[in-house]
């Protein structure tokens, strides 16, 4: 079977499949008229979905493709086809998810900010520090990565609610509540953790009236998409004091405008959409998995529900 990889770092892929399946041929190139002549040729692709979404514009279909990224926006673009198989990267992001909500929760409990403030400033701070036992997290969006985030918060003694697209049992989880109910939830959190997918109902939740809602000692954090945040309306809301602060890792735009008032804002960190890179060892073994699944006309991790948007 012909596999094409469509990535930036393709040779690496190319490299990690060879040794992972070397009964798998692969095609892939970093020069785009030269991939798009391999897509001809291959019925299943691995790759980023801005360059998949290139190579369907030029008219070409998969009947597969495995996307290497969580979300796949690029993909649900207007006009494109959706005759063909598609699954995301699931299975791979939990742990350094995890571990990047973990820096900016332990360092917000510790005020590390604020104590690297009065070493510049040469004035001891002695304030104790505080500790994530007890603390109320919610955590918006509890499918395959919040649900790993919630597993490795467990031993913190924190409690967890969540938000999903419909209310369910699921643990760890205290409560999973509906979209609906965002509203209520924010109002007893003190970590507000967003990582819910880029859908149309997903767009501008966190706006005005929803930062009202915070608690004046939350902290929120920003590691699903750009465009649930209404941007102006979460700066004045960090001015007024409606929260302590905020961790934006992703933006309606990327990389973030010069002017744009978040690179001033009183209270906000931006981390460079760096939470949660895809390692490529992790993906070829997802993708293994996922292909000796496809070839056995079993189903695979991850598929896309285009209806759904994820």
Known sequence: MRILIAEQDHAVYARLLHQAAPDLEVLTSGNSAELARHASHCTVWLGEPDLIATLLRQGHVPDWAQSTWAGIPPLLAEGLPRNY?????????????????????????????????????????????????????????????????????????????????????????VEVAGLDQLPRLVGEADYVLNLLPDTLATHDLYDAALFARFRPTALFINAGRGVAVVDADLVEALKQGHLAGAVIDVCRQEPLPLRHPFWTAWGLLLTGHSSAPTSPAAMVRLFVENIRAYQAGQGVRGEVDFQRGY
């Open 85 to 173: 198989r598609l699954s995301r990267a699931v299975g791979i992001f939990g742990q350094v998810m995890a571990e990047y909500m973990l820096t900016y929760m332990l360092g917000h409990e510790r005020d590390v900010l604020a104590r690297l403030v009065s070493q510049v400033e040469r004035r001891w701070d002695g304030r104790p520090g505080n500790s994530l036992e007890g603390r109320r997290v919610l955590i918006v969006g509890t499918g395959d990565i919040g649900q790993r985030v919630a597993e490795f918060l467990v031993p913190f003694g924190v409690t967890l609610h969540g938000i999903a697209s419909e209310a369910r049992q699921q643990a760890p989880f």
